[in-house]
């Protein structure tokens, strides 16, 4: 919906038999420069495609579709790792399309802020400094302001990581635990997310711009986050809709996995995966978190 105020648009789905408005997007009515097709074929003629399909669910879809998107920019909208692989978006992308230019786009953006024309900054990351800078123009409107970074790694880690801590703050809040134990799970999940990101190979400054403490504060403050919400629910003892896209659940899980082979400590990240398999109570997972060795700041 932003990019269609740059021109027209083409909208592939699987599923696009519900006319100009999106039920996942209700209350957005579709500009008219949006071709809504189901048929990739005809949607991949453009030279620039972003990905919005969900992080467990991407590389099903490139092994499926990779002869067809390889060669294009191919810009990533996925806040996850994949539990199978432990990788990120970027190196699924670029695995399964070697020729592509691959770039992650990411950053405190909720949908419907955006489709409704709402002011957003966002981080477009690409390691190929000419195709970000071309992206970055190509994808910018009045209202949506992307900032550039060749930090690929650092920029989907932060998106990945912080849905992790938005289910712990997300449980805080269901269960009761107050407002000040929210800053205290979001200054303390900053920190697992900084070592575990730069371990990796990411900038310490990606971090904290907008596709990591920017998004971290968004999604670990707001209801309107799905993150947030399960983790409420979590908290108060209540369902779920197993429908609903939950990135942090299966990342935690991804992210619990990642740190026992590189031997990092990510204590707010394993309790998450616990919680969110059920295999942990939260009182236990809070008095683990409390309990911990002393330690330095
Ligand atoms: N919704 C937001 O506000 C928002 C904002 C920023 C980033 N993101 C990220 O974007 C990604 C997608 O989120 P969403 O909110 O659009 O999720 P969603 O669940 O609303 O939509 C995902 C869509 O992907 C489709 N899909 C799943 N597997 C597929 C496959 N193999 N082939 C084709 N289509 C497939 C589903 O049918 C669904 O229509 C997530 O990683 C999310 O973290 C979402
Ligand atoms: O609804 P969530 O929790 O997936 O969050 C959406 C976006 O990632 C917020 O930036």
Known sequence: VALSANGAVTLWGRDTG????????????????????????????????????????????????????????????????????????????????????????????FAADIARGLPTALTLSCADADAGHDLQAALSTPVLRLYRTTDVTGAELGGALKNVIAIAAGVVIGAGFGDSARAAIITRGFAEMTRMATRLGARPETLTGLSGLGDLTLTCTSAQSRNFRFGQALGRGEAFDPTTTVEGAATARA??????????????????????????????????LMTRPLKEE
């Open 18 to 109: 519900w006319g100009r408005e999106n039920p996942r997007l209700p209350g957005v009515t579709l500009p008219d420069n949006i071709n809504i097709t189901n048929d990739l074929a005809s949607a991949v003629q453009a030279e620039t495609l972003l990905l919005a399909v969900p992080a467990q669910s991407l590389g099903a879809f490139l092994a499926a579709n990779a002869r067809m998107l390889d060669g294009k920019r191919l810009v990533s909208t996925a806040k996850g790792i994949d539990l199978t692989r432990l990788t990120g978006p970027s190196a699924l992308i670029s695995e399964a399309c070697p020729a592509a230019t691959v770039a992650v786009l990411t950053g405190p953006s």
């Open 255 to 288: 992210v619990t996995a990642l740190a026992a082979k590189l031997g990092e400590d990510m204590p707010i990240a394993a309790m998450v995966a616990k919680l969110s398999e059920g295999s942990v109570s939260v009182e236990t997972a809070a008095a683990h």
